[in-house]
């Protein structure tokens, strides 16, 4: 079973948009992550906020981390067309470092 | 820059049959994963190994699944017989020992017919 969901499943924007995507998780946890997976390949690693904090940023993205909700979201600002994918978040919460990832959004941006 | 070497590619083979996945991780990553992902859906993990000891294969289906890593290096995923419900991308992944940042092989593409 996926410890995350991502809402919503497929959003279409703009190029030149931001895109905000947001994960629900059941358990507590260590680590959250988000990664992008293109067309038939394998996923890549884009960032990951530890439980400890709230708010990160990298380049164009920025994750925030609601624990009490149990919750993430991920925005990609100024959206391009080399954005569009699949974008997962995936969760750890034990020693062993056990990753599960959610059901992912499928995000389009359209030129 | 290191990546993660998946072997085949793609892979048809009929059902009753049996086929195997090759993983060689990133070198010195301690962690690998083995995850099969459903098209339209997110990774499943299948089995995560710690070195050549497994330390999760809660959602491997033993009766045809067998994973090994016995050097503690590459890996190897086998399915036997393999069933119509197996079609689906065998994704491998690793990561050094402490961190949880995963590095993903460009994945097997297995069709059963």
């Known amino acids: 079973s996926q410890q995350g969901e991502e809402d919503p499943q497929a959003l279409s924007i703009q190029e030149g948009e931001n895109a905000t995507m947001n994960c629900s998780y059941k358990t507590s946890i260590n680590n959250l992550q988000w990664y992008r997976q293109n067309s038939g390949r394998g996923l890549v690693h884009l960032i990951l906020?530890?439980?400890?904090?709230r708010e990160k940023h990298s380049g164009r993205l920025r994750v925030t981390l609601d624990t009490s909700k149990k919750s993430s979201s991920l925005l990609i600002t100024a959206s391009r067309a080399a954005d569009t994918a699949s974008y997962f978040c995936a969760t750890d919460w034990n020693s062993a470092s056990k990753i599960i990832f959610g059901s992912g959004t499928r995000l389009s941006i359209r030129p | 820059e290191a990546e993660v070497a998946q072997s085949p590619r793609y892979k048809i083979t009929e059902k009753s049959q049996a086929v195997a996945f090759w993983c060689d991780p990133i070198?010195?990553?301690?962690?690998l994963y083995w995850y099969r992902q459903i098209l339209g859906q997110g990774p499943e993990l299948l089995v995560q190994f710690q070195d050549e000891s497994v330390v999760d294969d809660s959602q491997l289906p033993k009766d045809r699944f067998s994973a090994e890593r016995l050097k503690g290096v590459d890996s190897t995923l086998k399915i036997q017989p393999a069933e119509l419900g197996d079609s689906a991308m065998y994704l491998c992944?690793?990561?050094?020992?402490?961190?949880?940042?995963?590095?993903f092989g460009q994945g097997t593409r297995l069709t059963v017919v």
């Open positions: 992944a690793s990561s050094t020992q402490g961190r949880t940042e995963a590095f």
């Open positions: 070198s010195g990553h301690a962690t």
């Open positions: 906020i530890r439980s400890n904090e």
